[in-house]
């Protein structure tokens, strides 16, 4: 079965530094997401993104965030100017179809430390 | 705004025994459901959604869910609990009325099942 696969799957970087996030969503799939999980919260949406360009972001999805494909099959997250409270896990999802009741499926995560 | 409750941090039950896990949303609209399953150290992992018609829906691993609009809640629920269900599970939602188009999904805080001999 196809799957979504998210590098690395741990990061730890410095406060201040800038970190990218990597993606390979599911082959034929046409929307991406980006989520994070603050340890020991709930999942929480940042970015969707649709036809090489955002369609909808969260609060949290300041500034210091971005997001690109840069080709064909990869879809990255960037995060600028990193912040303590930046720690977390963030999942990546992709989903297929033209319609928006398709499921998303869930890469396993980067666990991202902020030190 | 959407929203969902998972009213239960954890769910303790007997291997064979039935399981319920409980959900409830707020949307504007008619909304689409879904269930994931979280394992340790792993990526959510689709279950089952509704979207329109049978109340009742069935998904993997023998779990299904019902749909009740006057109570608005989602249940995810399955007859015969397996020591290897033990995970953490969340319900979502997505208001398809909300302007934007952009498939956000809605988590609720998550429930420990916890399967036991």
């Known amino acids: 079965e196809p799957e979504v696969t998210q590098t690395p799957s741990h990061q730890v970087t410095q406060m201040g530094q800038e970190v990218i996030l990597r993606c390979v969503p599911i082959s034929n799939h046409l929307y991406f997401y980006w989520y994070r999980q603050i340890l020991g919260q709930k999942v929480e949406f940042l970015v969707s993104f649709y036809n090489n360009e955002i369609s909808e972001k969260s609060e949290i999805f300041d500034d210091q965030f971005s997001v690109e494909r840069p080709d064909g099959s990869n879809f990255t997250l960037k995060i600028r100017s990193t912040k303590l409270e930046d720690s977390a896990m963030y999942f990546c999802?992709?989903?297929?179809?033209?319609?928006?009741?398709?499921?998303?499926?869930f890469g396993d995560g980067t666990r991202l430390s902020i030190l | 705004a959407q929203s969902v409750a998972q009213p239960e941090d954890q769910v303790n039950v007997a291997e064979g025994n039935p399981l319920t896990v409980k959900c409830t949303y707020s949307v504007s609209g008619n909304p689409y459901l879904f269930w994931y399953v979280q394992y340790p150290n792993r990526g959510l992992q689709f279950l089952l959604k509704?979207?329109?018609?049978?109340?009742l829906v069935k998904g993997s691993y023998g779990f299904e869910a019902e749909f009740n609009k006057s109570q608005t809640s989602f249940h995810l629920k399955k007859p015969s609990a397996l020591v290897s269900d033990s995970a953490l599970y969340f319900c979502?939602?997505?208001?398809?009325?909300?302007?934007?188009?952009?498939?956000?999904?809605?988590f609720g805080t998550g429930t420990q099942l916890k399967v036991e001999l």
């Open positions: 999802a992709s989903s297929g179809g033209d319609t928006s009741n398709q499921p998303q499926h």
């Open positions: 979502a939602v997505r208001d398809p009325w909300v302007t934007g188009g952009g498939n956000k999904l809605t």
């Open positions: 509704y979207i329109t018609g049978d109340n």
